[in-house]
């Protein structure tokens, strides 16, 4: 992989920190704790250069399934399909000492994903010891009450991303009767308590014309939502591929997407939109890498292929095992695809591809 791509990367995540520091003109009692995370995310930019110095690519974000337990059984949940192993998941001590490793690192940002994180309250809670790690939280925030949002006031870092469908009718449909109403109390919670905190939209050929409107988005920033998450809808089966997104629906998203970073006072993510920015698919640690509920080290949380685990490796020898390399080495052969995800839609070259990885290296 070429260094100069690695520090674009690095560089438009500072980018990315400058455009959070904005929100601190919403939420003026916050402008010491952006100061600061801009300035652990810059020492994090400079170790993650250095270690480039030593060919070591390190990722600038890390996502963490801590957990495969769910309190809800939404439709089409990619994790209960792709990750199904009954054996033993992380723990306290392995997870303290995969982000003490990711913070020695460089790795600057760390996604908590399930599952349903709160689940595992006692790891979110581990979490308190990192604060030069921003920590969004993926959450769909059913089991966050009172002594939850009293931690999150107390440790900024930890920022709840709460998953949503589109409007009440789609959320209810997708996740349970009464999830957007909790989800909208939440949302009122949050904001009395000054809280930074972002919401996960999953982009559907259904919900589309729905989300991607601005009014629905003006809506959930008036709200106080300060960061926003478009995840295109990755098809677990035949069955569920009518969701995937229409090549025109693509295209104005990428649009829209645009007007709203021009003209709205919050962060907007895409995945894997934004990626085409930076030449493609950014997992394998390109631009980040995945670690699911049983420590296994994977490129990414819809490609579970693994030859790690992060209780017998470090993360540091992780990020160069032969799987990682190998997809990296032979970026070209991935393509983005109508399904959004790289890895998924090409599964079967990817398998080739590490099957055959001493031919690449």
Known sequence: MKKELVKGLNKMVLCRVLQMLKLVFRKPMLTTFACKVFINQYKAYIKRKNWLIQDVNVPPVMIVSITQKCNLQCKGCYSKVLHTSAANELNIAKFRQLLTEADQLGISTVFIAGGEPFIKKELINATFDFPNILFPIFTNGVLIDESSISELAAHKNLIPIISLEGNKIQTDDRRGNGIFDKTEQLMQRFEQTYLLWGVSITLTSQNFNTVINDIYIKDIIAKGCSFVFFIEYVPVDQASEYLVLMPLQREKLMVKLAMFKKNINAVFFAFPGDEEKTGGCLAAGRGFIHINAQGSVE?????????????????????????????????HLLTETKGGCALWANKEIVKEMINNASNFQ
């Open 299 to 331: 490129p990414c949380p819809f490609a579970a292929f693994s030859d790690m685990q992060i209780s017998n490796s470090s993360l540091k020898s992780a990020l160069q095992s032969d799987i990682m390399k190998t997809i990296r080495a032979n970026h």
